[in-house]
Each structure stands twice: as structure tokens, then as C-alpha cells.
């Protein structure tokens, strides 16, 4: 289903978005391969294990001063339920990024378990191998997850572009955005955790609805970034050009686009208890897995169909004040 430019302006149909969605990916099956292949392998592949490496680090805690005396089983407490949690990581889950990259089921699974058996595991030693390690996860899921999306805006509307060239540039600016976003967070919530700390100093209770309000602001703020990566997707745009655009977008249409975050969230997560239920030595899970790359990769189908209605709509909205003033 090619989505075009002419189409009458109307404002965003949560429900049609959705349809056309599902029925992108329906008459496109193919496009869930690559999340079907990153939760197979890491169901089945290599393992890397980094509690060894943290370990030591983690038997200090008892060590720490003041955790003597009374405070001393709360420590110890504390260290088994670092130990248990380091135990159960594996390294490969970094192929999941965020904000962009493959949907995986298995990111939610216990790891080193599959039907047959235990996978081969190799445990990081040093602190080179486990930065160099998950560097190569991390670049490659952000390759992987830019791929993903480009086949599928592809299926949406495409700018008949060269498609490795867009595909790298798309790339480099999904490596940035994080990092954009990680400063942006950063700018926000330092003067505001400032300033919950005084005022908690001088009154918990009116502390504690500051917090309240500044990560209501926090998230107002986030929320209209939403659509950053569909600009550089779709429209080709570089990250900053994406991230305006997507601000114009949500702020005339905040309203139905929180109704459309909300709506999809629920679909995804509430099918993800049917999908999470059978073990990870259980054959069922294929079915979950499956399943779960179908939904999810028809919500993010949907959600380019909801930004091209919505953009259009922003835009007609813009060029009427413009034309009235």
C-alpha cells in the first residue's frame, strides 16, 4: 500500500492507521524476517556472560564502610540480588537498541535455555572485552534496527533514493539520536533534580509533587521527538531537520497522538503476555515469537501510515494561518 503526497487533507485516523498497518505487513510478509532471526538467535545462539567480569566488584559491596553492623544483611541481601541479576545477562540481548532497532521477544526471557539445551557460552574476562563486545552489539543492532525500518517505510512511501546510500546515512543518524536524546535528558532533568532536592530538603510533600510535575514536563517534552525517526525514514531528512518536523507534527495533533501511542502500547504489550507464556525450553515459544514480530512490526507500519496523515494535517493546518494572516 503506497501512501502519497496528494491525498486530501484530513486529520489523523487512529483506526485506518492501524488497518493499514496490518495490511502492509500482511502483503509484505517478509518484512518480519529480520526480528524472527534476531529473537532465533538469541534463543539458540552464543551467550556472553559478564558476571565473572563483575563479580569482584559486587563482593565489595560488603566492604563498603557503614555496611557493618545492623545495615549488614541489607547488604548482603542487596549483593545476592546483584549476583542473581548479573547471572542471568547476556551480553548479545545489547543487539536490542533503543530508541531505534529490532523488536525482540526474547530481550524478556530468561537467558542461557533453549529446547535443546544450553547454548554455547562465552564469558567476558576483562573490561576491553566487554566494552569492545557490546560496542560491535550495540553498532550492529543499530544497523539491523535502521534496515528494518527502511524496509518497511519503504513499503510506505519511498523517494526512490539509492537504497544502501539511504540506508547508510539513515544509519549514522540513528547512532546520533541517542546520544541527541541523552544530552537532551540530561539539559532537563539536572536543574529539575536540582530543585526536587531543595524543595524536599524544606518540605517532602511539596517535594514530591514537584517530582510529579517535572516528569510530567520531562515527558511532555519527549513525547513530541516521537516521530524522529519516521522524518529520517521516510522524508530522508538528517536528525535535527526529523526532530523539528516531528515537533510541528505532534504539537497540532498532540491529542490524537497520545490516543495512538496508548493504543498501540496496550495492542503490543497485552498480546506480549499470550506471546511470553510458554518457557524458554518450550517449543511453543516459536508460536510467540512469531506472533509477536507480526503485531509489532504492524504497530510501527501503522505508526509511519499515522505520521504521513498527521503531516499532511499539521501542514494544512500551518498553510491556513499562514494564508489568514
Do not use: C
Not at 531528512?237 to 496496550?266: D, E, H
Amino acid at each position: 500500500m503506497k501512501a502519497s503526497l496528494n491525498s486530501k487533507f484530513k486529520p489523523p485516523s487512529i483506526i485506518q492507521a492501524l488497518i493499514a498497518g496490518f495490511n502492509t505487513i500482511a502483503n509484505k510478509p517478509n518484512l518480519i524476517l529480520i526480528p524472527i532471526f534476531l529473537d532465533l538467535f538469541l534463543w539458540f545462539g552464543p551467550s556472553w556472560r559478564i558476571d565473572h567480569l563483575f563479580n569482584p566488584l559486587v563482593q565489595s559491596i560488603t566492604q563498603i564502610p557503614g555496611s557493618k553492623g545492623e545495615l549488614l544483611p541489607f547488604f548482603e541481601n542487596y549483593q545476592v540480588l546483584l549476583q542473581e541479576s548479573l547471572a542471568e545477562i547476556n551480553l548479545a540481548f545489547s543487539l536490542r537498541t533503543l530508541p531505534i532497532g529490532v523488536p525482540s521477544l526474547m530481550v524478556s526471557k530468561p537467558s542461557f535455555l533453549n529446547p535443546l539445551g544450553h547454548p554455547m557460552t562465552f564469558s567476558l574476562e576483562t573490561s576491553f572485552q566487554f566494552l569492545i563486545t557490546w560496542l560491535l552489539f550495540v553498532l550492529a543492532g543499530f544497523f539491523l534496527g535502521s534496515l528494518y525500518f527502511q524496509n518497511i517505510s519503504k513499503q510506505i512511501f519511498s523517494l526512490n533514493q539509492d537504497s544502501f546510500k539511504s540506508l547508510l546515512k539513515s544509519f549514522i543518524q540513528i547512532v546520533l539520536m541517542p546520544i541527541i536524546l541523552l544530552i537532551i535528558m540530561a539539559v532537563l532533568t539536572i536543574p529539575l533534580a536540582f530543585l526536587v532536592t531543595l524543595v524536599t530538603l524544606l518540605s517532602p510533600a511539596i517535594g514530591q509533587f514537584i517530582l510529579t510535575l517535572s516528569m510530567i514536563f520531562i515527558l511532555w517534552a519527549i513525547v513530541p521527538l516521537a516521530f524522529t525517526p519516521h522524518g529520517i525514514f521516510l522524508y530522508k531528512q538528517n536528525l535535527i531537520a526529523a526532530m523539528i518536523t516531528s515537533i510541528k507534527v505532534v504539537r497540532i495533533s498532540m491529542g490524537k497522538t497520545i490516543w495512538f501511542f496508548l493504543a498501540s502500547y496496550l495492542m503490543v504489550e497485552g498480546l506480549n503476555y499470550l506471546w511470553r507464556s510458554p518457557h524458554v525450553d518450550n517449543w511453543f515459544l516459536l508460536i510467540g515469537i512469531l506472533g509477536h514480530a507480526f503485531i509489532v512490526s504492524a504497530v510501527i507500519a501503522a505508526s509511519f501510515h499515522y505520521f504521513i496523515a498527521a503531516t499532511e494535517f499539521s501542514q494544512s493546518i500551518i498553510n491556513q494561518n499562514l494564508q489568514s494572516q
